[in-house]
């Protein structure tokens, strides 16, 4: 192999590895987003199943 194919190989190998590295370090640092409470949608219905319940 001559030195110009090594060459493009090693630098073709440092770009791969530069980019996977910067998405996963991207990945391990995003903040994840905050989740919708799903009881919190449901508390109307809980209270008239309990107001139904007691007559």
């Known amino acids: ?3 110009s194919a090594i060459i493009i190989m ?7 590895i530069a980019f996977t590295a910067f998405f996963f370090y991207k990945v391990l640092k995003t903040p994840p987003k905050p989740e919708p409470d799903s009881y919190s949608e ?14």
């Open 1 to 3: 192999m001559n030195s």
């Open 10 to 16: 090693v630098v073709t190998q440092a770009i791969v």
């Open 42 to 55: 449901n508390d109307d219905v809980l209270i008239r199943k309990k107001d139904t319940s007691d007559e």
